[in-house]
């Protein structure tokens, strides 16, 4: 059993700081205030191959594994969560479906730029009325024959769509029809962002992540050839389940990344913040909150990397995933929100940025199945029952 | 174009502490230096401008596998790594003994220098070569330009106040600064490609040295003391809006007689 990171994982890791405190910190106070998508700093990450991290190089991507996706989803969210979640939307979610379903022509045409960092990819599953019930998808794709399998025309929309308007490249779900038990019949599709009939709606006014889009997408007679029809015909949920198990590595990543940079930032504070004549950090009641944190941290980085380690093992990572999501995500809560309370009045200001890292660390409660649906997916797994 | 560049492994800067004997620990995480990864970047951009290779040369501990390991990832060729034990306390002489029997042994065009190292700063290192080795030697370039015939090197040299053009036949000995260019980070897929790159691990008897010959027995200068920076008096500082601010700072400068 060895425990430490290869060579390539600490290079990959050390690389990303360096990155990251030189071109990205400096600038993410101005686009979180003006709640600016970080184009720029988007335009450098593709060359450096951090836009496909995970995906073979004939796939455009830089052929590394879950776990440097993992450590490098981690290390940008410790600096700044808006791009940590634009990366893990992007990576997990927009190029997760084509490489997983994509037929070589459609790898070739949309996830390659993507993976190489051209195009910027976004999914679209959630709507109004299914959030956590996908089941209950409203937006319908209905066939009409022609020249080369004809086409489908979607209706509907879509609401909470990481990366709307940024993306280039967007893979949504529709209902093609009924199963015979009743059920919807899920299928996805391949949508370039200037589709007659499809556009990008309203923006949301988040808590936080301020710098990340996320927005509604609406279809009305949106017109999509049937060759970017993805996987099978009723083979959405199937990919979808399978997309979400990945994206939940990304999504405790990146909540680990958070709940470090929370730690990181009391762990100075309490050494320098002096009061009653000696750092705040000797008190109990602060030494305590910091131990705890670090300790938190600790185990959840060992079950976020657990899980990406399986995912490259070939093998079932689908609990592993779910746990370290709802571990990392409520450590990162907790951790994020003692950070305000190490820092006492400072942390509520935002120049110390710790409120900014519980504004975003509360979306990973949250995206990507909340964690009552984290618990129910564990439940099932280990009682195997249907748990609802 | 066969490029070979010289870099020292240094303590992460920042972290750089005294060892018993006086010297610099290097037993504690390392990096490339600084200077030195800028003309990495200058080998790197030319041969990539004119075809060729770069091989980078590196004399120290172990733990200089990493910064080896970024260097190649960013593009180098291959990397040849001289450790030895015997030369733990070789002074600047001792030193550019070893690298020198490393450069006999190896085959280039133009080699690169950094202009000094973040924990030595010495500076005798690539002169001293250039004379062992009978090669021209170029300082403090801003800019290096092989002639397309391979035959003859051009630099331009800082100095005061602007710079000299200075021409050299090849092979040549640069060294080079900070105007050269930032170095680049290492891409993903540069750091999956340096996993197959080649690091040849030379000790002193490969390079056919007498251990003897460098090493703290060897050296021709001993360090007796080793003293910390005076403590300099706490900083004030102003932390008002700046239309407070400016004042203060007058009034401060001001009472100092400063202007």
Known sequence: ?388 | MRILVLLKAVPVVGTERLDDALRTDRSVALEANGNDEYVLEAALKLTEAHGGEVTLLSVGPPGAMDPLRKALAMGATRAVHVADEAMRGSCYVGTARVLEAALRRLEYDLVFAGADTSDGQGGVIAPALAARLGLPYLSYASRIEPAPDGRTVTIRRLRPGGYDVLEAPMPALVMGTQVLGEPRYPSLRGIMQARNKEIRTWTLADLGLDARSVGAGAATTRVLRAEPPAQRAGATIIREAPETAVAQVIDLLAARRLI
Request: charged letters at 25%.
């Open chain 1, 1 to 388: 059993m060895d425990l430490d990171l290869s060579p390539e994982h600490s290079l990959l890791r050390d690389t990303l700081r360096d990155f990251l405190a030189n071109e990205v910190a400096p600038v993410i106070d101005e686009h979180e205030r003006a709640r600016r998508f970080p184009t720029e700093v988007v335009s450098k990450l593709g060359p450096m191959g951090l836009l496909g991290i995970p995906y073979p190089e004939e796939e455009g991507g830089a052929g590394l594994d879950t776990l440097a996706y993992a450590i490098a989803v981690e290390e940008i969210s410790r600096v700044w969560g808006s791009l940590g979640i634009i990366v893990a939307a992007h990576t997990s979610l927009g190029c997760g479906p084509l490489h997983v379903a994509g037929t070589p022509e459609q790898k070739e045409r949309y996830l390659v730029p993507m993976a190489q960092g051209k195009v910027i990819g976004a999914y679209g599953l959630t709507e109004p009325e299914a959030g956590s019930d996908s089941g209950g998808t409203r937006t319908t794709a209905t066939h009409q024959g022609g020249p080369d399998g004809g086409v489908w025309i979607l209706n509907g929309g879509k609401r909470f769509i990481t990366n709307a308007g940024q993306a280039g490249t967007y893979v949504v779900t529709a209902r093609t029809g009924t199963r015979e038990d009743g059920s919807a019949e899920i299928s996805a599709f391949i949508l370039d962002a200037d589709t007659p009939g499809f556009k990008v709606g309203r923006l949301e006014e988040k808590m936080g992540l301020h710098a990340s889009a996320t927005g509604e997408l609406f279809f009305e007679d949106c017109c999509v050839p049937a060759n970017q029809m993805l996987g099978p015909r009723g083979g959405g949920w199937r990919t979808f389940l399978q997309i979400l198990d990945g994206g939940r590595i990304s999504i405790g990543a990146m909540a680990l990344g958070l709940a470090q940079a929370a730690l990181d930032a009391s762990t100075i504070y309490a050494r320098e913040r002096r009061q009653f004549g000696r750092p705040i950090g000797s008190f109990q009641g602060v030494a305590f909150m910091v131990a705890d944190m670090a300790t938190d941290v600790e185990a959840a980085r060992q079950m976020v990397y657990r899980a990406a380690w399986l995912k490259d093992q070939g093998r079932d990572y689908g609990l592993a995933a779910a746990q370290a999501k709802l571990f990392a995500s409520e450590v990162s809560k907790r951790a994020t929100n003692d950070a305000i309370q190490v820092h006492g009045g400072y942390g509520y200001i935002e120049e110390y940025k710790v409120e900014r890292y519980l504004r975003d660390a509360k979306l990973t409660e949250l995206g990507e199945g909340t964690s009552q649906i984290q618990r129910l997916v564990i439940g099932r797994k280990v009682l195997d029952l249907r748990v609802v």
